[in-house]
């Protein structure tokens, strides 16, 4: 990786690990897989899909809030706060700028999700008393989670390189829902006619499809992921976040800094 | 080879949210700053002076026009490496140290880890930080950030370092050492443009200086030509409490303090009064040329500006 583009990552990433709202989300996360016990404890026989279903949602959501709420601030803070300035100043290209904050931002989701993911199975630990083969899935799991963070990121930056703070998470945040429905919306498509349907089929390719990412359910039932989905949502994820990336770059690149 | 050379840089905001209108914030300016000199870009608030350096740094792009910076074209990312920038009233990552943004800052720049961490510690000294260097920036004040400022502009050690308002915030003390950093660059080889509204400053400071209004540029040129453009007077002191009569009749401007005479005259009277002071036989102190002051100057191009635009409105 080129070097300035990992500095500006890590440092992104130390802004992140120095924010006290961040561990306020983390330990909330942690809290929401230790209720999971609670909760688990009181539905008989079904504790370990009470607290894979609801850890794991923990997980993702929690990093989604994450995601959106440093994310939006990458750009348009720096801007505002002309810390910038002092950055673009030196011999920093202005693609290095965004691409280094997109890998800080990930850096810090995938951490986050490292530590949150332990706490899912610790209490999957503390209910089973052991681990099953069956439990790997919770990893594929995951690892959609973090491809769902990648997007998101991506699309935070994005919002953030051309509007104020609060209409980026507004933005974002709208999107994650939509994207949540995707197949509903492709669904909602394949029964409209005419301009309706052009226009709800364009939609509906156009948001993220957040809904393939989510898998949760069916492997706290121990049904198994296909390869197939697989490589297709780690390709889509990729190209889905390049884009928003490269769209980033190409506002931030022809933007006046007043 | 000039340090920087200004060709025709030209900046139109469109502003308004339905109805988008340009509003002008640089004329094409024409501008060459040599080598080695400290020149200071001045004009009141809202004059364009920000808007030139952030045209220069590559953060606003000009409406039009071009510029090179130590002979090579502005846009030219290498520049960057050579180039130090304080803007105004700065804000850095306040959830790092002072240590930890220049070291930072010597990443981003290319100053080689070997020599990364010895040059960081050499520049917090210089600025006066030494001591607060493991502090976190949230904690700095004002003046503090500006040292912190300036500290990262010539962190990597550049060919030419530009200010804007750099005394900004700061004591008199701490504009003293701001004054004394300035003149240690020069003294360098390194060449310093700095825009401000403080006048004293650029008199004391600059080689040259440029006075921009509106966008547009009043006037450039050395110091000493346009503080010398004198009115043709010279003031004469001498020790005395009276003002002998041939000397009134000269038409004199004549103020007594203590055991002091000021009078200022025409140079033409100035063998006149002398030969007057030598038969009262009263005590020469000085003869000192009256200048015209860089903020007399100043705003005299700033009123001049006024009446052109009035008349032409």
Sequence with gaps: ?258 | MPAIEILGLEKTYMVGFWRKRPRRALSPLQLTVEDGEIFGFLGPNGAGKTTTLKMLMGLVFPTSGSARILGRDWTDPTVKAQIGFLPEQPYFYDYLTAHELLEYYGQLSGVPAKHRKQRVDQVLEQVGLRDVKGVQLRKFSKGMLQRVGIGQAILHDPKLVFFDEPMSGLDPMGRREVRDLMEQLKHEGKTVFFSTHILSDAEALCDRVAIIHKGELRGVGAVEDLTSSVQGKVEVIWQGTQVPASIKALGAECHVTGDRVRAVIAESQQDAVIDALRRERQRLIAIIPVRTSLEAYFVEKLRRAETTAGSTV
């Design chain 1, 1 to 258: 990786m080129n070097t300035r583009i990992a500095y500006i990552a890590s440092n992104t990433f130390r802004e992140a690990v120095r924010d006290r709202v961040l561990y306020n989300l983390i330990a909330f996360a942690l809290l929401l897989s230790g209720a999971a016990i609670l909760v688990g404890q009181i539905s008989i026989e079904i504790e370990k899909l009470v607290v894979i279903n609801l850890g794991l949602t923990a997980v993702s959501l929690f990093g989604v809030v994450i995601a959106i709420f440093i994310g939006i601030g990458l750009v348009s803070k720096e801007i505002e706060k002309r810390t910038l300035y002092t950055v673009l100043s030196r011999p920093v290209r202005r693609w290095e700028f965004i691409v280094g904050k997109f890998f800080g931002l990930a850096g810090t989701l995938v951490v986050n999700a490292f530590f949150m993911a332990v706490g899912v199975f610790a209490a999957l630990f503390y209910v089973s008393h052991k681990f099953v083969r069956a439990d790997a899935l919770i990893l594929v799991a995951l690892y959609f989670i973090i491809l769902e963070f990648l997007i998101i990121c991506s699309l935070a930056l994005l919002f953030s390189s051309f509007s104020s703070p609060l209409l980026s998470a507004v933005f974002a945040f709208s999107l994650f829902v939509i994207g949540s429905f995707a197949e509903d919306l492709r669904n909602f498509a394949g029964m409209t006619h005419g301009l309706t349907r052009w226009l709800a089929t364009g939609a509906a390719y156009l948001v993220p499809n957040f809904s393939a990412f989510n898998v949760i359910s069916s492997i706290a039932h121990e049904q198994p992921v296909a390869g197939q989905l697989i490589v297709h949502n780690t390709l889509y994820a990729l190209f889905y976040a390049i884009m928003a990336l490269s769209g980033a770059v190409l506002i931030f690149e022809n933007r006046d800094l007043k």
